[in-house]
């Protein structure tokens, strides 16, 4: 684990946390890529290692939570529609996760997506 300043109380959660980021803990958002968003917002963040897989980390959970409760409206959705009689079972039981499905699921979270003013006719809005 790495060396932390003795005069910090730190929890025993906190240490814990701390030595399975030291870890080989593997990420889906790659570590130069935060990196490169540190240095872009204008903070440097060679020397924290652990701060830079810290956020690693919560930007894969936000990421899996965001797709997840896309694809549960996207299954809702689907049981919505009804059903073709001429189209195959595997067809019929594959999911499709849309745009609209992402962006309602962000804005749960209070991120408000919006479409590229070059779109005609952007989604939802035929």
């Given at each position: 684990m790495a060396q932390h300043d003795p005069s910090i109380s730190v929890s025993a959660a906190?240490?814990?946390?701390?030595?399975?980021?030291?870890?080989?803990?593997?990420?889906?958002?790659?570590?130069?890529?935060?990196?490169?968003?540190?240095?872009?917002?204008?903070?440097n963040c060679d020397d924290n290692p652990q701060l830079v897989k810290l956020v690693a980390v919560a930007g894969q959970h936000f990421l899996s939570t965001v797709l997840n409760d896309a694809a549960a409206l996207a299954r809702r959705r689907a049981v919505?529609?009804?059903?073709?009689?001429?189209?195959?079972?595997?067809?019929?039981r594959r999911l499709v996760l849309g745009p609209e499905d992402a962006a309602q699921s962000l804005r749960d979270y209070g991120?408000?997506?919006?479409?590229?003013?070059?779109?005609v006719n952007p989604p939802g809005r035929r």
């Open positions: 906190t240490q814990q946390l701390l030595a399975k980021l030291d870890d080989d803990l593997p990420t889906i958002v790659p570590e130069e890529l935060v990196v490169a968003q540190f240095k872009q917002a204008g903070c919505a529609q009804p059903r073709g009689g001429g189209r195959a079972k595997d067809a019929e991120v408000n997506v919006r479409p590229a003013p070059y779109y």
